[in-house]
């Protein structure tokens, strides 16, 4: 992580948000761990083991779980609070092992905001997400 992401992550806002989305239930059964977040922004990676599906590749629902991790986080990482309002994934190939899934905000109204979500085993696109989220809360001060 650089250090102006750490600045960003460092601030105990962040961190609180970014404990609660490691700590989450869900996050702890799929085993998926944010590598690095702010505002904005979000990496997380899931060891897939256990995750096949009949056909021995990672369950689609495993994957879309990953990305709407990832874009949670990048969405909530920031001083105003989020929700999704929408979401759609495609799935570009199988996927068997790690994965990793990289969101990044490409598009602010000051109310709404698109995010983009790559999903990736090794340098390999499994999957493309997009999410819009709708703003609930004001910036903290």
């Known amino acids: 992580m650089s250090a102006d992401h750490q600045t ?5 806002l962040e961190i609180g948000r970014i404990s609660a989305f490691n700590h989450s239930e869900f996050a702890q059964l799929l085993g998926m761990k944010i590598t690095e977040a702010y505002d904005g922004y979000a990496r997380v990676i899931m060891d897939c083991s256990g995750k096949n599906n009949p056909g021995s590749v990672v369950h ?5 779980a990953l990305a709407d991790q990832a874009f949670g986080i990048a969405a909530n ?3 105003v609070t989020h929700v999704a309002v929408s979401s759609h994934i495609q799935y570009i190939a199988p996927a068997t092992g790690s994965l990793v899934a990289i969101a990044h905000r490409v598009a602010d ?4 905001s698109v995010f983009r979500v790559m999903v990736y085993e090794e340098e390999r696109i499994i999957a493309e997400f997009d999410g819009v989220a709708i ?7």
């Open 109 to 112: 109204n000051g109310r709404y």
């Open 77 to 79: 990482s920031g001083a």
């Open 8 to 12: 960003d992550y460092g601030r105990p």
């Open 60 to 64: 689609g629902g495993a994957i879309f």
């Open 135 to 141: 703003q609930i809360s004001t910036p903290h001060q």
